[in-house]
């Protein structure tokens, strides 16, 4: 019997990215081996995202491309569209795509198997946009994950915001939280498989309630025996408290990136995107984030929108000038994309695409001569990593990323660097790019970046 294989494409964020790796797992469960090659897969997935146009056009002159593939094998291929797209267009891709089989939607990937073997069945085209609230509930074993130091775990999913221009509450539902003992186990398990670091997944992360609230979740996983880094993606501003920014400072297994999405400086646009706060309780955030970690080396992100409904020029200086007050060390900038549904369609002030697309250019230029600052300011000072890659034979064969997120490649003469993989190294920092450091062994021992009792174990040459 010839061997079965799957090919799944992803697009959009870390969430979409666990969702492939279950997916993976299910598929794999099924008896079908993972290929890189379209033309060797029986089953071909687009996980896709739906949160801006442009990303929603690609998924469908994709699946062009894959008709074409089909029909190479007379239609011998199964084509299906799963994430955002296909909760948010349902049987609208068999209309507009009639090559499709299946559609699946954010909230059933557990139906996967059942659908993909009616379709062996010859029982027609699959549909399931259906919500299921459990979901997210899959046991450690399912994912098939990428490396083997680093694993995800959805802690929640949905939205309850439902800020203007976001169209997740519609593909992703409602928040809902796991309980947290849950987690925890589920983080004791892959701690025990040997994973390094756990990165927390929600919609809106920090809006995490079951019996306990987001710090206190922290706080247990930073308990977790074996586990060397916590990072959590994506949060909202207003649900970023002191007790979180607090269980930071105390806890040296939480990440110091902080991400911070600010969306726009101007506090009437602020308004206007149902964002629940001013760029001046912004800052307050930003103010109390410095005070309280102060001595520990962290960095801010954000994510920006430019070109909404109604935004006049001076209301988009108001976000580059929130560039220089803030000082971010990166930034994720758009233009602004209309998503059916939303409450930014009602705004008929819209921007010129070619002013949107203007604004654009130069917030990410200004962007990009603070984060040279930013990057060179690191130069000459240590810091600790997680190796997670390793290239052996090259001048810079160890790859690992800081405590707060900043990945960094390093120089280092030395035999078997396979040993390195998943240890934690104190490195000093040589050099920079734009988005990555380089830096190279130290031989001495030096501060801990993480120097707060109970600190991950860190290798020295």
Not at 29 to 48: F, P
Not at 286 to 304: A, H
Not at 355 to 365: A, D, F, S, T
């Amino acid at each position: 019997m010839t061997e079965k294989r799957y090919f799944i494409e992803t697009w959009g964020c870390q969430m979409n990215e666990h969702d492939t790796e279950k997916m993976a797992g299910i598929l794999g469960e099924m008896g079908y081996q993972a290929t890189d090659k379209v033309e060797d897969a029986d089953v071909y997935l687009l996980n896709t995202c739906t949160i801006r146009e442009k990303a929603e056009e690609k998924v469908f002159s994709r699946l062009g491309v894959l008709k074409k593939e089909k029909e190479k094998r007379n239609g011998d291929m199964i084509i299906g569209v799963a994430g955002c797209v296909a909760q948010q267009n349902g049987g609208g891709i068999f209309e507009r795509a009639p090559y499709v089989d299946l559609v699946l939607g954010t909230q059933a990937l557990k139906q996967l198997p059942d659908m993909v073997g009616k379709l062996h069945g010859h029982q027609g085209r699959q549909l399931n946009v259906a919500k299921d609230p459990e979901n997210h509930l899959f046991p450690s074993h399912v994912p098939k994950r990428g490396t083997s130091i680093r694993a995800r775990i959805t802690i929640m999913e949905g939205c309850d915001n439902y800020c203007t221009y976001c169209i997740v509450p519609f593909t992703r539902g409602r928040e809902r939280s796991r309980p947290w003992e849950d987690v925890v186990e589920e983080a004791r398990r892959l701690a025990g498989m040997g994973f390094k670091e756990i990165e927390l997944l929600g919609q809106n992360v920090n809006s995490y309630f079951s019996t306990v609230n987001f710090a206190r979740l922290l706080r247990e996983m930073n308990d977790v025996p074996g586990l060397e880094t916590v990072r959590y993606v994506s949060p909202h501003p207003k649900d970023f408290d002191r007790e979180v920014i607090e269980t930071i400072r105390d806890c040296p297994k939480i990440a110091t990136n902080i991400h911070l999405p600010a969306q726009s400086g101007n506090s009437r646009i602020l308004k206007r995107m149902g964002r629940e706060y001013t760029r001046e309780l912004y800052m307050d955030k930003v103010y109390m984030i410095r005070e309280v970690l102060e001595g520990i080396p962290f960095s801010l992100t954000s994510d920006f929108i430019v070109g909404f409904p109604g935004e006049k020029e001076h209301e988009f200086w108001d976000t580059v000038t929130l560039l220089d007050e803030v000082g971010y060390d990166r930034i994720f900038s758009f233009a602004y994309s209309e998503r059916p549904g939303t409450g930014a369609v009602k705004h008929a002030d819209s921007v010129p695409q070619q002013e949107k697309m203007y604004r654009l250019k130069i917030l990410q230029q200004h962007q990009l001569e603070i984060q040279k600052a930013r990057m060179q300011a690191r130069v000459d000072n240590p810091a600790n990593v997680l190796i997670d890659t390793v290239k052996p034979g090259e001048e810079y064969p160890l790859v690992g990323r800081t405590r707060d997120n900043l990945l960094v490649h390093i120089k280092a003469d030395v035999g078997e660097p396979e040993r390195f993989y998943g240890k934690a190294v104190r490195v000093r920092v040589t050099g920079t790019g734009l988005h990555t450091l380089r830096g190279e062994l130290c031989p001495e021992p030096i501060e801990h970046l993480w120097s707060q009792p109970n600190a991950p174990e860190v290798t020295t040459v």
